[in-house]
């Protein structure tokens, strides 16, 4: 057996030769596997009749044929499959010409390959129809380089899923699609991709993912690339290497006219009498059930509920007891809030370390504000948000109340925030690429439980650097959420308020200027501060070369010139993964758009982090940043007269 046979993916360079009849298919690699077979034997007759079989069907059939020759035990499958866009005449003069090729290539051998660029033909001692197949593959690559391969790899990636959308998901084009992309003004990206058809949809478009996903291993930065597997194959180039345009968009697949639905019977023709007796005979009583059952479905819910509300108002009380802490015992556990245990100042006030008696280490929010709010409100609403409970959200243990004193009692979570890494100058060097990316993925998941699966549906209007927490893992903790519940009491949804509580570099245009609030505003503080992570430079004052700049203009500049790898931050050199990099940018840029419906939903910011099929949106221009007179990071406050600087920024 030849060494090759074992190993199931090798990778060999292909130069492209100048230039030659374009009919004359070319030889493109082969496989010989399987055992030998005598010579002489009824196996190799039968595979002689097999070979003339397929080759003397080429031309009848639409571009692929499966057949058998001979009986069991010698019996000899076998296949072949042209490109989708090649006429008879010439799929046939590529299937004679592998199937001669094939036995010089492989002889003696029971089961073998052989591609070539405009058909491939299989052979076997084992049945290989209906099955898909990724093994043996094999990739090639044009050795010519690309430049600025991050966007030529972006457009790629594009084209290729699109098109493997297209062949394996409409099944008006027999699993083969082509198309072209343009990667500048004058070159363009001609992609082609194919499957045997005798696979289903879902296989097709498993092995077609699979190719695809191969090319960044084989053909990276390369002009182009073509992966290969029994039962598909894909193709890239810049320069029109298949026959046809590129097939049309397909027209929508013809419906089998449907049943007519029972109203035109009961309406058409001279039976409408009939029907409008129908309706009443049999409508009217069912009105009347429904209205019946309704009114007892109301009449005892409304019982229970009333009794259910009863045993919740016992929950909640125990609950809130459970949460309130003797205010003594929080005076000892900060020393007597001493300066020593300051960990920061906050918006709202100052924050405490602490260690309870039972050994549990806590960080303390002295709130220096009046929250406008009664006793009875302020412990509802503690006792709401410390149900908030998620692995990136810093948790709230509790609340102490006593005479004017109002205290929230949290984790203590031991490695300070993220602003105290990522824009100092040493410490930003402990956190490489794979760590940023892991709190990057972190903070998304915690503002989507914020969003969209805790039951109150939070939006944190100050979200930023300094309000991500890092615990002894460094796993990100998003804290100061639901203090606008605790503040203000009002309707969480897309709400004008007065109240402006936020950071300028990090709120979106329509919440600064006119207060307006959802949670698409909290996407964009997300945005600037992926960028932030990424780049290792605050948003609102960022310096590019004597240029005012800020970082979201910036970043969109690069983007459009193609260099968007130049906004990371040089301490990643090391570490980075070109892939996840550019992805973030691409998400952090669709996250700032000026236009709130033209942001993702945090849903969809996972969801892109966590799937590569995901084809992403192109952004557009970012909104632009407000040059402030402000100091940086001051958070804004309502009209009140506490101090304003930052909670959680912690200097020991
Ligand atoms: C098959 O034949 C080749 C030569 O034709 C020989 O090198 C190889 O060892 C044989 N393999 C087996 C499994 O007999
Ligand atoms: C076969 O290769 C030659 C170069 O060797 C090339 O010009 C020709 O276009 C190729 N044929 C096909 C069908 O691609
Ligand atoms: C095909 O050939 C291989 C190698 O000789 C053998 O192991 C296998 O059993 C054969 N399969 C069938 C279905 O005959
Ligand atoms: C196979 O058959 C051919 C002609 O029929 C003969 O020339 C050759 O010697 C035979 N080979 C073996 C190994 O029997
Ligand atoms: C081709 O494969 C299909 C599916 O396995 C099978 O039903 C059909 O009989 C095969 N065609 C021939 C000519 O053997
Ligand atoms: C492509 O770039 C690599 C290094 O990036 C270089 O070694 C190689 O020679 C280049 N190939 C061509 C064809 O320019
Ligand atoms: C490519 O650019 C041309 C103009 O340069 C434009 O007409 C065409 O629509 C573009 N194609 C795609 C797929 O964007």
Redesign the pocket.
Known sequence: MQLQCLIPLVSLILIRLGLSSAQQPNYTYHFCFGGNYTSNSTYQTNLNLLLSSLSSNAALQNGFY???AGLNPDIAYGLFLCEGDVTSEVCQNCVITASKEIMQRCPNKKEAIIWYDLCLLRYSNQSI??TMQQIPGVSLLNINNITNPDRFNQILGDLMNSLVRRAALDPSTGMFATGEANFTSFLKIYGLVQCTP?ISDTDCNICLTGAVSDIPRCCNGKQGGRVLRPSCYIRYEIYPFYQLKPNAPASPPSVASPLPPITTITTTGGQGGNSSQLIITIIIPIVAAVMILSIVWFYLRRRRRRSKDRVKDLDEIRNVESLQFNFDTIRTATDNFSDANKLGQGGFGPVYKGKLPDGQEIAVKRLSRNSGQGEIEFKNEVSLVAKLQHRNLVRLLGFCLEREEKLLIYELVPNTSLDNFIFDPERRALLDWEKRYKIIGGIARGLLYLHEDSRLRIIHRDLKASNILLDAEMNPKISDFGMARLFLVEDQTQTNTSTIVGTYGYMAPEYAIHGQISVRSDVFSFGVLLLEIVSGQRNNYFRQSQRTEDLLSYAWRLWNEGTALQLMDSTLRESFSTSEVMRSIHIGLLCVQEDVVDRPTMASVVLMFNSYSVTLPSPSAPAYFMQSKMEPEKPLLDNSTSRSTEFSANDA
Do not use: A, G, I, R
């Open positions: 499966n057949t058998t129809f209906s005798d």
